[in-house]
């Protein structure tokens, strides 16, 4: 099975600032990564799909970029909805796997 | 618009079973792999279990192979899980994903107590 690793674990930040999360595949799965938003007490939400393809609706302050097995969440200037846990997802093989999350918070 | 909404989530006895339903709109399930996911409480996001497009191919995390089953009726747009033998850590929020990545629904619960 293909592990998922995030980095960091968690964050602190602040309004305006520019904020990168690694996720990393235990090996290469081409461009086969997602990357979802999930806020306390309500359902994840899908942000990016195919490593750098905006759902619609996502705002464009935030991107992905990466291949083979190192990838990248970044959002260019934090806004106050953007406090939330980040999870990244490889759907290049069976099982599908998640990493583990990172906790954006408030600085 | 599209729309998953997920049902069936209960509270039952461990070695219970259960049937989760996911009824899609705003698009055909047809053309789309589909998936499950779950959310324990306080935890991660799991991957759980996959169909391919026509049913024919199925696939399953370790932690629920043998006990769940994953199914698919197109002419309903609905995507099925059974879940057998049901244990305490089957406990959590499941979802439905279109497209095996596109979470679009709010959950349904799953407890498993006594």
């Known amino acids: 099975d293909i592990q998922m690793t995030q980095s960091p674990s968690s964050l602190s930040a602040s309004v305006g600032d520019r904020v990168t999360i690694t996720c990393r595949a235990s090996q290469g799965i081409s461009k086969y990564l997602a990357w979802f938003q999930q806020k306390p007490g309500k359902a994840p939400k899908s942000l990016i799909y195919a490593t750098s393809g905006l759902l619609y609706g996502v705002p464009a302050r935030f991107s992905g970029s990466g291949s083979g097995a190192e990838f990248t969440l970044t959002i260019s200037s934090l806004q106050p909805e953007d406090f939330a846990t980040y999870y990244c997802?490889?759907?290049?093989?069976?099982?599908?796997?998640f990493g583990p999350g990172t906790k954006v918070d408030l600085k | 618009e599209v729309q998953m909404l997920e049902s069936g989530g209960d509270l039952v006895q461990p070695g219970g079973s259960l049937r989760l339903s996911c009824g899609a709109s705003g698009f055909s399930i047809s053309s789309y792999a589909m998936s499950w996911v779950r959310q324990a409480p306080g935890k991660g996001l799991e991957w759980v279990s996959g169909i391919s497009d026509t049913g024919q191919s199925t696939y399953y995390a370790d932690s629920v192979k043998g006990r769940f089953t994953i199914s698919r009726d197109n002419s309903k747009n609905t995507v099925y899980l059974r879940m057998d033998s049901l244990r305490a850590d089957d406990t959590a929020v499941y979802y439905c994903a279109q497209d095996r990545i596109f979470l679009r629904g709010q959950g349904t619960l799953v407890t498993v107590s006594s």
């Open positions: 997802q490889q759907y290049h093989s069976y099982p599908f796997t």
